[in-house]
T-cell receptor
Framework: AQKITQTQPGMFVQEKEAVTLDCTYDTSDPSYGLFWYKQPSSGEMIFLIYQGSYDQQNATEGRYSLNFQKARKSANLVISASQLGDSAMYFCAVAYTGTASKLTFGTGTRLQVTL | NAGVTQTPKFQVLKTGQSMTLQCAQDMNHEYMSWYRQDPGMGLRLIHYSVGAGITDQGEVPNGYNVSRSTTEDFPLRLLSAAPSQTSVYFC?????????????FGEGSWLTVV
């Protein structure tokens, strides 16, 4: 089975600082997509950012950027200028062959932003 | 602006009861799927569908049935609920591209089996 590894169960960051959330994955499929989702305490899944395996440049979406290192099978999420509202669970997910609805998720990282 | 609608949002079942979690999307997406999320874990795929009349199993399909008679609806059936099925269930839909902004999740359904 495909596996997504998020090695940081919990992270703390001070407001306005940057934080990196780690994600590694295994796959032999040359074509795949990498996703990051935010899950606040209210429970909904909020899409943050996407990176295709053939994309040459790292994806960015506002304060979110994805540090994609294909050879290392690593797709770390960088949040710049953290805000109190960033406190949440963050999940890395991969879509392998087939559709985007077939996602494999990591176990998540709980981020706490402090004053 | 409905997107993906799941009902009910909360449900308590007794062991052995049956129920159906409803999922509907109004975006004409071909691809739909059901996930479950247990405490301290990410979402795991239960069943998915690539179009009306076509369904397939995901990682944790046991105890669940699905059907896809229309593009819009993808209900998840629990035939005989067990305490191990206590979880949060998410429905998702997609146009089929791997582009992230085409994946939409419902708000989740909290199910407790006692």
């Amino acid at each position: 089975a495909q596996k997504i590894t998020q090695t940081q169960p919990g992270m703390f960051v001070q407001e306005k600082e940057a934080v990196t959330l780690d994600c590694t994955y295994d796959t032999s499929d040359p074509s795949y997509g990498l996703f990051w989702y935010k899950q606040p305490s209210s429970g909904e899944m909020i899409f943050l950012i996407y990176q295709g395996s053939y994309d040459q440049q790292n994806a960015t979406e506002g304060r979110y950027s994805l540090n994609f290192q294909k050879a290392r099978k690593s797709a770390n999420l960088v949040i710049s200028a953290s805000q109190l509202g960033d406190s949440a669970m963050y999940f890395c997910a991969v879509a392998y062959t087939g559709t985007a609805s077939k996602l494999t998720f990591g176990t998540g990282t709980r981020l706490q932003v402090t004053l | 602006n409905a997107g993906v609608t799941q009902t009910p949002k909360f449900q308590v079942l007794k062991t052995g009861q049956s129920m159906t979690l409803q999922c509907a999307q109004d975006m004409n997406h071909e691809y739909m799927s059901w996930y479950r999320q247990d405490p301290g874990m990410g979402l795991r795929l239960i069943h998915y569908s690539v179009g009306a009349g076509i369904t397939d199993q995901g990682e944790v399909p046991n105890g669940y049935n699905v059907s896809r008679s229309t593009t819009e609806d993808f209900p998840l059936r629990l035939l005989s609920a067990a305490p191990s099925q206590t979880s949060v269930y998410f429905c998702a839909s997609s146009s089929g591209s791997r582009s992230g902004n085409t994946i939409y999740f419902g708000e989740g359904s909290w199910l407790t089996v006692v």
